[in-house]
């Protein structure tokens, strides 16, 4: 059934955080998937690592991310709607080895999911409480869908009510993280009977308290517990982890929380960036970049139609990238990527801007082509992902943030 069209991902910065948090949940995916099934003090995970439980190499992740984006390119696919029917044929694709998949094959799949997949119909028996619908759930936090889509979501492989309110419980939380709310004044709202009655209290735990199986509200319980108990993106993947047990789900559904909590601007998640697998294909299942002369908001610069007062009403924020050129007819050629914003109604966009010296001693100045942008972090992104960002010259390229 198809539901409603979200407008959530029209917020101003959401679409930042919701590529934050999926890929907060990959990064806490692949590091814990060497350490699968390992107890609780057998080992240390510090950072990207290979081979272990699975065998796989250094920063592959697994079906908790799989399945997370199968459902992330359905909501694409239907502008932000909720598509029972086409996320179920995404898990089948994922199964059939004929998409999602880190290194192109399928290596782990939860016993309910299998079954689930099998059949046709999601497991409802109290025994299939793993946390195999939880931890694929995070996308919807990003939609407007009610609690029976969300439930109706869980229920495409797990349909017992407990796994069911577990993920409720989940895309509210994160909904109210992406509000700005701190876990800290969050959990103590948490007020839920048996099983989930410990949630309210979760701060006031021990680590010997908190249990990383694979049951659901363990699950629910330990990543809300992790992320209450750390500062930054790196303390919280890590713990996760480090808690062993079901470390690959555990750190995914603590890591796309404490994506959207602390961002992915840190040292740490850079490198984890860095090392980790088959980003291009979590890339193509997140929304599309939007018109780059159109900011988030849809509405575009009060000043960009006419050419003569764009510049005269614009002032330079910062230079993000610069390039040293010499060629046949100038002695030097400067081309930056520069962050200007328009005085008149603070839209802020990224300019080609060339300073040009002949071998006659003339100087020259020219601005090529320019995006508008939401932030400097998208103006980086655009950066990264297209170098010289319109082909304009050849040669090598300096960096800097």
């Given at each position: 059934?198809?539901?409603?069209?979200?407008?959530?991902?029209?917020?101003?910065?959401?679409e930042?955080?919701?590529?934050?948090?999926?890929?907060?949940?990959?990064?806490?995916?692949?590091?814990?998937?060497?350490?699968?099934?390992?107890?609780r003090?057998?080992?240390?995970?510090a950072?990207?690592?290979?081979?272990g439980?699975?065998?796989?190499?250094?920063?592959?992740?697994?079906?908790?991310?799989?399945?997370?984006?199968?459902?992330?390119?359905?909501?694409?696919?239907?502008?932000?709607?909720?598509?029972?029917?086409?996320?179920?044929?995404?898990?089948?694709?994922?199964?059939?080895?004929?998409?999602?998949?880190?290194?192109?094959?399928?290596?782990?799949?939860?016993?309910?999911?299998?079954?689930?997949?099998?059949?046709?119909?999601?497991?409802?028996?109290?025994?299939?409480?793993?946390?195999?619908?939880?931890?694929?759930?995070?996308?919807?936090?990003?939609?407007?869908?009610?609690?029976?889509?969300?439930?109706?979501?869980?229920?495409?492989?797990?349909?017992?009510?407990?796994?069911?309110?577990?993920?409720?419980?989940y895309?509210?939380?994160?909904?109210?993280?992406?509000?700005?709310?701190?876990?800290?004044?969050?959990?103590?709202?948490?007020?839920?009977?048996?099983?989930?009655?410990?949630?309210?209290?979760?701060?006031?735990?021990?680590?010997?308290e908190?249990?990383?199986?694979?049951?659901?509200?363990?699950?629910?319980?330990?990543?809300?517990?992790?992320?209450?108990?750390s500062?930054?993106?790196?303390?919280?993947?890590?713990?996760a982890?480090?808690?062993?047990?079901?470390?690959?789900?555990?750190?995914?559904?603590?890591?796309?929380?404490?994506?959207?909590?602390?961002?992915?601007?840190?040292?740490?998640?850079?490198?984890?960036?860095?090392?980790?697998?088959?980003?291009?294909l979590?890339?193509e299942?997140?929304?599309?970049?939007?018109?780059?002369?159109?900011?988030?908001?849809?509405?575009?610069c009060?000043?960009?139609?006419?050419?003569?007062?764009?510049?005269?009403?614009?002032?330079?924020?910062?230079?993000?990238?610069?390039?040293?050129?010499?060629?046949?007819?100038?002695?030097?050629?400067?081309?930056?990527?520069?962050?200007?914003?328009?005085?008149e109604?603070?839209?802020?966009?990224?300019?080609?801007e060339?300073?040009?010296?002949?071998?006659?001693?003339?100087?020259?100045?020219?601005?090529?082509?320019?995006?508008?942008?939401?932030?400097?972090?998208?103006?980086?992104?655009?950066?990264?992902?297209?170098?010289?960002?319109?082909?304009?010259?050849?040669?090598?390229?300096?960096?800097?943030?």
């Amino acid at each position: 059934m198809m539901m409603k069209r979200s407008e959530t991902m029209k917020k101003e910065g959401m679409e930042k955080k919701y590529r934050d948090a999926i890929f907060g949940l990959a990064i806490g995916d692949a590091l814990g998937v060497p350490y699968e099934f390992k107890s609780r003090g057998a080992f240390t995970c510090a950072g990207m690592t290979g081979f272990g439980t699975h065998k796989q190499p250094a920063g592959t992740w697994s079906d908790d991310t799989s399945m997370t984006i199968a459902t992330a390119k359905s909501l694409r696919d239907n502008e932000g709607a909720v598509d029972i029917g086409d996320i179920r044929h995404n898990f089948q694709m994922w199964v059939n080895e004929e998409g999602f998949n880190c290194n192109g094959y399928l290596f782990d799949i939860g016993n309910a999911t299998s079954t689930a997949l099998s059949t046709g119909h999601g497991c409802r028996d109290e025994n299939s409480n793993g946390n195999g619908s939880l931890m694929r759930i995070l996308p919807l936090a990003f939609t407007d869908c009610t609690d029976d889509e969300i439930r109706e979501v869980s229920a495409i492989t797990h349909g017992h009510e407990i796994s069911m309110e577990a993920c409720v419980i989940y895309v509210h939380v994160a909904r109210r993280l992406l509000d700005g709310e701190p876990i800290g004044d969050i959990l103590p709202t948490l007020q839920y009977g048996k099983p989930f009655g410990r949630l309210c209290r979760l701060d006031q735990l021990t680590e010997d308290e908190i249990r990383s199986g694979g049951y659901v509200v363990d699950t629910l319980e330990a990543s809300l517990w992790v992320l209450a108990h750390s500062h930054d993106f790196r303390e919280a993947v890590l713990a996760a982890v480090n808690l062993g047990g079901d470390t690959d789900t555990t750190g995914a559904v603590c890591g796309g929380l404490a994506g959207i909590a602390f961002g992915l601007e840190s040292d740490f998640a850079g490198e984890c960036m860095e090392q980790l697998r088959g980003k291009e294909l979590i890339e193509e299942c997140l929304p599309e970049e939007k018109d780059p002369l159109v900011s988030f908001s849809g509405k575009k610069c009060c000043l960009f139609a006419d050419e003569i007062k764009k510049w005269k009403y614009a002032s330079r924020l910062t230079q993000i990238k610069e390039y040293d050129e010499v060629g046949e007819s100038w002695y030097a050629d400067h081309l930056y990527h520069s962050l200007w914003q328009c005085s008149e109604c603070g839209a802020v966009f990224l300019l080609d801007e060339v300073e040009q010296t002949s071998w006659s001693g003339e100087n020259d100045t020219f601005r090529d082509d320019y995006y508008q942008v939401e932030s400097k972090e998208h103006a980086d992104r655009l950066v990264s992902k297209y170098g010289r960002m319109f082909g304009v010259y050849e040669g090598p390229a300096h960096y800097e943030k």
